[in-house]
């Protein structure tokens, strides 16, 4: 969509064909029973560079999420953040046992490190695992295992910190850069701002799967589950997955899938508005829970008048059916909530297949670039960047500059 608008904008004639019924692919949001749910649990950094660029964030009604997390240690809890912004946790950050001394001034180094650079340069230079860097750093296993697994695993969802330390520190830097936020409306207004101009001017036409791309002489033809199309000009700019059927070209570098409980109740079963954290088991742990929040805590238009809505994160995609799932998870919850794990209601269970990619060390050097096999062929999305918002908003840019001549947008660097 930020490919789309940028070429409609600067005069040329665009279709965009999308599978399903809604713009958004993993940025949307849903109604169910009243509550409104994201594709899983997502937040918007307000600092990423393209976000700035192409979007009025005044317009989004934005809820700022507190930069700080409570971690879970059975019944009881610790709060560790940003103090900066969130004074609340500083008289646990004096006292808590999730970090050794020695850890409180390393975060302030790690922290300077980040901030005195410019973002995209963080991405630059020798890489190596997050794990390894915050222990060469000196973390202690201790904080490597109650905060840096659980709060990244929930980033790049993935908790064995392999994630390659310069994603980490780029990621970290916009964390602490810019607020982290959520629509108050659901993360689908972010996308439908994007489309909207797409939309009034009739260039979407949705439930259009593009089945087939041939190209010949005088551009492509799409074989689409509507019908042919022909164009002197395509951007694929689907999913990897999508992306690489539809090339016939492998995309390095797979799939993390996720998956989403959320729990509806009647009574505040947990004060905590903060992100929850969950360390039990060392960094490879066989819990279930890694984060959950209570999101209507922050955002009580989430839910209906009176209710609550929590919302858990299992990274990976648990060989358990649903029913199965929701009973071990609510064991894992009652370790936290004793007997009123059973004052919540299911409302639903969310399997992502794609929801990342993983980005392990170096995985930048492997990455495909817009050009592909075929002439008049683009690729554009998160692949050819960093799994997230920023990466595809920066790749869709980039496609739009290559059809139009800007070379100051198709040099700009990687997460600039
Ligand atoms: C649970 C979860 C949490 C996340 N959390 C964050 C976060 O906190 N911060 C962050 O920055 N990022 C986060 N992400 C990642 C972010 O959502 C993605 O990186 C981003 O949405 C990728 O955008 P995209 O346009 O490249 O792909 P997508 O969002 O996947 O969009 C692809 C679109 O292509 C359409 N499509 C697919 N195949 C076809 C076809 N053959 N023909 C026509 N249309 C097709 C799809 O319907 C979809 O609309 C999260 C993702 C998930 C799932």
Redesign the pocket.
């Known amino acids: ?1 930020t490919a789309a608008r940028t070429l409609q904008r600067a005069g040329q004639r665009v279709r965009v ?4 019924a ?7 949001s849903r109604e169910q029973s009243g509550f409104t749910l ?8 307000e600092a ?1 560079p393209a976000v700035q660029r192409q979007l009025d964030l005044s317009a989004l009604d934005l809820v700022r999420i507190p930069p700080s997390a409570a971690i879970k240690l059975g019944s009881k809890e610790e709060l560790l953040g940003d103090p900066r912004r969130d004074p609340g946790v500083i008289p646990g950050l004096l006292t808590a046992s999730s970090l050794t001394v020695k850890d409180r001034l390393l975060f302030g180094r790690l922290a300077a490190s980040v901030a005195l650079v410019p973002p995209h340069t963080l991405l630059t230079g020798p890489d190596e695992p997050t794990r390894a860097y915050l222990k060469r750093m000196g973390f202690s296993d201790r904080v490597l295992e109650c905060f840096f697994a659980p709060f990244f695993g929930g ?1 790049f ?1 993935k908790r064995d910190l392999s994630t390659g330390a310069r994603l980490f520190r780029y990621y970290l830097r916009m964390l602490l850069s810019g607020p982290i936020s959520l629509p108050r409306q659901g993360m689908s207004v972010l996308s439908e701002q994007l489309a909207s101009e797409l939309v009034s001017g009739s260039a979407i036409t949705f439930n ?4 087939k791309l041939t190209p010949h002489s005088r551009g492509v033809s799409v074989t ?1 589950s509507l019908g042919e199309l022909d164009a002197p000009q395509v951007i694929v ?4 997955p ?2 690489a ?2 090339l016939g070209e492998d995309l390095p570098y797979g799939s993390v899938s ?1 998956t ?1 409980l959320y729990y509806t109740a009647d009574a505040p079963i947990d004060p905590q508005f903060r992100l929850l954290l969950n360390p039990v088991g060392g960094l490879n742990n066989t819990a279930l829970i890694n984060n959950a929040q209570w999101l209507s805590h922050l955002i009580p238009e989430r839910a209906p008048a009176g209710q609550h809505l929590l919302t858990v ?1 299992v990274l990976g995609n648990p060989e358990l059916d649903d029913a199965a799932l929701d009973t071990a998870v609510r064991a894992e919850l009652s370790v936290w909530y004793g007997v009123r794990v059973s004052l919540l209601r299911t409302l639903a269970v969310e399997r ?1 297949a ?3 990619y993983p980005q392990p060390p170096d995985y930048a050097a492997h990455l495909p670039g817009h050009a592909t096999r075929w002439p008049g062929v683009l690729l ?4 050819t960047s960093m ?7 920066e ?2 840019e980039k496609a739009a500059a290559i059809v139009l001549g800007d070379l100051a947008t198709m040099s700009r660097p990687r997460g600039a």
């Open positions: 969509m064909l999308e599978a399903s809604v713009v958004g692919g993993r940025v949307k994201d594709a899983g649990y997502q937040v918007l950094f990423y980033i969802l259009a799967r593009a089945l689409t700019a689907t999913d990897p999508s992306a059927r539809l996720s989403y994160t992502i794609h929801a990342q554009a999305g998160e692949i799994s997230g918002i920023q990466g595809a908003m790749s869709g």
